[in-house]
């Protein structure tokens, strides 16, 4: 059977083609957001098979299989490895127009050199080819180098002791930088039975007995600087939608006591909101005095089903788009407070629901301060957009709406080391829509400028975030050459696609 996946690839035109090689293909990775375990890269950790590496926590592919009719036994179950890769194949192999046809076969020919289309008549030999592979070195470090990662933020509680990231900077010969992100979710949710739990948890790991709101604070602010130590430059925030009120730290230090002092209280939504309202400003200021960016998603409803949720837990594929209305107001007041005191930190705005992009790439507009491009970003289509039209309609809004030159690219999103073929996937989605727009006369027919654009994307605008903290040897984190430095690096052999430069001018140096 003949590949699917050749150079031409989701690639219309002869344009798409030359901006993909000549100026996506071989950008480093900046995977700036994933829920890969620092742990499992300290450790290099193997795979037995591809059901160990493909389906132990993938929460696409069960998704996909339960929507298909496949018995839970063969997707989180007590079905032989084997069994459930067959499972798997039975419905990859028929999911037209799902993503995870084009991830599978493109993670198939990238790392295992499998270049025929997974089907049940293939299946048992790309077992046995991807099992002798696994077997021979193919671990999780391998595979970050073979995808020439440069850089994995990982994602972090702020109790986290970060040694495993420790390990990797300082021990490990291996030139792919990882760092820690600050995840405080469990700070916001006062109304989770695991609250003053973690509270304890957090005073043991600070020393600071936490009485109030303003102990809480002291000890968030030395987790903060603790993780900048270890290099963090990012922080995440996730929830099902972003509210926002008046508040006050008097408000939240009344609501902290009262959770102390009656553990089974309940509070009004107003009450959760006046929390959550002064945190999130503590945390933005936080941010801001640090330098860091901070990201914020919203648009999902977690663990929808009830019966799953008690039977499977968290992050078993049983979240959904939340059809969120009305976070504008929230957001924007939020944000101009934030501006009005000199607080206001580089963001990045997710929404998991794709209806929302004109209204994010529009509102990002309101906040921009010239100190640099694209300060307050609309982040990459993710998790339920991750797909051909998911991110078209991401991009074409965003130019429409937007500055598209300055979008900080792709993330994984992923706790897979295979995912970073989603980094291809999606450069060439964007260079054959950028190559759609040169090919029907709407972009000047100009390579180096729109080359240009592409590999912002797919590379230096993300860079920026982190050019202060990347390695230059092993076991180092330090200052880095800068982007325009690191451009050198970049030899492309150009194939003749047909393509005519405006000018001498424009050949690349």
Not at 16 to 30: H, M
Not at 231 to 251: I, K, P, V
Not at 378 to 388: L, Q
Request: proline share 4%; net charge negative.
């Amino acid at each position: 059977m003949p590949t699917m996946i050749n150079n031409k690839f989701l690639l219309h035109s002869a344009t798409a083609e030359r901006l993909y090689v000549e100026y996506a293909q071989k950008c480093p990775i900046i995977d700036y957001h994933c829920h890969i375990d620092a742990k499992d890269i300290a450790q290099d950790v193997s795979f037995r098979n591809l059901t160990e590496l493909w389906l132990s926590g993938d929460h696409y592919k069960w998704r996909l299989m339960r929507s298909a009719g496949v018995e839970e036994k063969y997707i989180t179950g007590d079905a032989e490895d084997y069994e459930k890769f067959l499972a798997y194949v039975k419905v990859i192999e028929n999911a037209i127009g799902n993503p995870l046809y084009h991830w599978t076969n493109l993670e198939l020919l990238r790392y295992f050199d499998i270049s025929e289309p997974l089907t049940s008549a293939n299946a048992e030999d790309v077992w046995n080819i991807t099992c002798e592979k696994l077997s021979n070195g193919l671990t999780a470090r391998k595979i970050i180098e073979m995808s020439n990662v440069e850089l994995i933020c990982t994602t972090d509680d702020p109790t986290d002791d970060l040694r495993w990231h420790k390990i990797i900077d300082k021990e490990l010969s291996f030139k792919t930088t990882v760092l820690p992100t600050f995840r405080p979710d469990n700070i916001l949710d006062i109304e989770k039975s695991g609250f003053i739990g973690y509270l304890q948890a957090l005073a043991k790991v600070t020393g600071i007995e936490i009485k109030n709101w303003y102990d809480l604070k002291i000890a968030l602010r030395q987790r903060m600087d603790y993780f900048a130590t270890c290099g963090c430059r990012l922080a995440d925030h996730g929830m099902e939608q972003f509210c926002f009120s008046e508040t006050s730290d008097n408000d939240a230090d009344t609501l902290i006591q009262k959770r102390l002092s009656y553990p089974k209280i309940r509070f009004s939504d107003d009450e959760l909101t006046k929390y959550k309202s002064a945190v999130m400003l503590f945390f933005a200021s936080e941010y801001a005095e640090r330098g860091w960016t901070m990201q914020l998603h919203f648009g999902v409803r977690r663990d929808t089903n009830e019966s799953a949720y008690r039977t499977l837990g968290i992050n078993t594929g049983f979240d959904t788009i939340s059809g969120v209305t009305g976070f504008i107001p929230s957001l924007a007041n939020f944000m101009s407070i934030l501006t009005l005191i000199g607080k206001l930190p580089p963001m990045i705005l997710y929404s998991l629901n794709p209806s929302d992009n004109a209204l994010l790439d529009t509102f990002i507009g309101c906040f921009q301060d010239g100190s640099r491009p694209m300060k307050i970003q609309h982040g990459a289509a993710w998790w339920f957009n991750d797909n051909y039209y998911g991110i078209r309609d991401h991009l074409r809004s965003l130019a429409s709406q937007s500055y598209l030159p300055g979008f900080l690219g792709m993330l994984t999103d992923s706790r897979s080391f295979l995912s970073y073929a989603r980094h291809e996937y999606f450069r060439r989605i964007l260079c054959d829509f950028i190559g759609d727009l040169i090919e029907k006369g709407e972009f000047e027919k100009d390579i180096v400028r729109a080359g240009t654009i592409v590999r912002n994307i797919c590379y230096n605008n993300a860079l920026s975030m982190f050019d202060s903290v990347l390695k230059i040897a092993p076991g180092t984190i330090s200052k880095s050459a800068p982007a325009s430095e690191k451009l050198k690096d970049f030899n492309y052999e150009s194939p003749s696609f047909g393509l005519p430069e405006t000018s001498a001018s424009n050949s690349e140096s």
